[in-house]
């Protein structure tokens, strides 16, 4: 994952309004889960949706990646940050509301880990609760067959970085990224390969009612992947 890119994880995805997409997610959870209080953030990298979230909830944050952690401490140091990986973090107390954004639960690669994630984080929602998934592409709609360029232009920072979209194997898709970084210092050069499972819309539709929970999708939220959500019972089993 993000091994070797993690000092440059904000300046890579410049482009990202997150004041927008908080906006949105308070919007849905205040029509669906009117008075939560409580949010946890699954994967919350550098913690820049938490940094907006903060203003609506009392927010907390976990990543399996310390460097991204490091960040995130260091931008909001008030808010609790957890290192923990999204299959079986055990946080022992419940929130009225789980995130994981940004396709982070395409990490997980195989539809048994993504019943897993999905049901672990289902499990620190209070009863009522409420989960909400960003989804990364369907098996139907990733792209093959093309390559792909971003780029920063800070005054101390150049970046480009790029990667081509081979078709994946076992619905698992590898992209080696390769970036080339300059700052006044010099200039350097690295690669990272990220693994993502392709899922299926009926696939995760299974893996919230697995987890006990009414589903809901809208296509179109958020940066563009859709989002899904659920609503725990308010008698947990």
Excluded at 184 to 189: A, I, L, R
Aim: glycine share 6%; with cysteine; net charge negative.
């Amino acid at each position: 994952m993000f091994t070797k890119s993690a000092r440059f994880y904000d300046a890579l995805y410049h482009f990202k309004d997150y004041a927008k997409a908080a906006r949105q997610l308070h919007q849905l959870i205040q029509r669906d889960k009117p008075g939560a209080r409580t949010l946890l953030d699954v994967a919350c990298a550098t913690g820049k949706h938490l940094e907006y979230l903060r203003e609506y909830y009392d927010v907390e944050g976990l990543d399996l990646n310390p460097e991204l952690l490091e960040i995130a401490r260091k931008r909001c140091p008030e808010i609790p940050f957890h290192s923990g990986n999204m299959l079986d973090f055990k946080l022992g107390y419940e929130f009225d509301v789980v995130t994981c954004l940004f396709s982070s639960i395409a990490y997980v690669k195989t539809v048994e880990n993504l019943n897993k994630a999905v049901a672990n984080m289902a499990s620190h929602l209070e009863p009522g609760g409420m989960l909400i998934i960003e989804p990364f592409l369907w098996p139907e709609n990733y792209w093959t067959g093309t390559i792909t360029a971003n780029f920063v232009d800070q005054p101390q920072l150049k970046i480009a970085w790029m990667y081509t979209s081979e078709p994946p194997k076992d619905r698992i898709a590898a992209v080696d990224i390769h970036y080339l970084v300059g700052t006044p210092e010099g200039v350097d050069q690295f690669n990272e390969l990220h693994e993502f499972g392709l899922f299926t819309h009926h696939e995760y539709l299974s893996a919230f009612r697995k987890a006990g929970m009414d589903v809901h999708h809208d296509p179109e939220s958020l940066f563009k992947r859709g989002v899904y959500w659920g609503v725990m019972s308010k008698s947990k089993m």
